[in-house]
């Protein structure tokens, strides 16, 4: 096996683990999974920066290691790192269609269908969903702000980096993406 092929694996399991927190989250069972994801997730994500040379990977990998670290150093409680982290998992869930393009056939109906699906699932959770859930000022990241770090400027400085990092990032994929499909559509190239 390949290294690459090592990294799809580890995304796939963070990927499923992503979507029973999200299930587990809705219906309000979550806490002690919530308790454990985000270290799992760091732990992770530290790994993957040794391994990764790609750098908005690594990017996103810091940035992200920027938010467990702020929940865990500020001692942020329980009930509020599962409602600040779940919208950041909750984005995991279109990496599974990234991931998982690379095990279909090319050119399928089903490797097609898994694109679309991926498309639309990245710009739900990952751009307007965020966007609603993360960067607005009444947002669950603002709260914890206001509640852990009001008058730091640095713990403040941590936790709203990190988010808006990961949102400039998705926003840079997101275009990458469009700029993608607009070039296959002029050039009349199936999607």
């Not at 391994?51 to 690594?58: A, D, G, M, P, S």
């Not at 467990?68 to 500020?74: D, I």
């Amino acid at each position: 096996m390949k290294l690459h092929d090592y990294t799809n694996i580890a995304s796939l399991g963070i990927c499923m683990t992503s979507l029973i927190s999200c299930i587990l989250y809705y219906y309000q069972k979550a806490d002690a999974i919530f308790r454990i994801f985000p270290l799992c997730m760091g732990a992770y994500f530290a790994a993957d920066l040794t391994v990764n040379k790609l750098v908005e990977y690594r990017i996103h990998h810091i940035a992200s290691l920027g938010i467990v670290f702020y929940t865990y150093y500020y001692g942020v409680n329980a009930k509020e790192i599962e409602s600040l982290t779940y919208h950041f998992i909750k984005t995991e869930l279109s990496t599974f269609f990234l991931v998982f393009r690379y095990y279909l056939p090319k050119g399928t109906l089903l490797y097609k269908t898994n694109n679309y699906v991926f498309y639309a699932l990245f710009t739900k959770v990952r751009v307007i969903d965020l966007y609603q859930n993360v960067i607005l000022p009444d947002s669950q990241v603002y709260t914890v702000v206001r509640t852990y770090t009001p008058n730091n400027i640095w713990g403040t400085s941590i936790l709203l980096s990190s988010c808006y990092v990961l949102y400039g990032l998705n926003l840079y994929w997101f275009s990458v993406m469009n700029l993608h499909l607009y070039l296959q559509l002029k050039g009349g190239r199936n999607v």
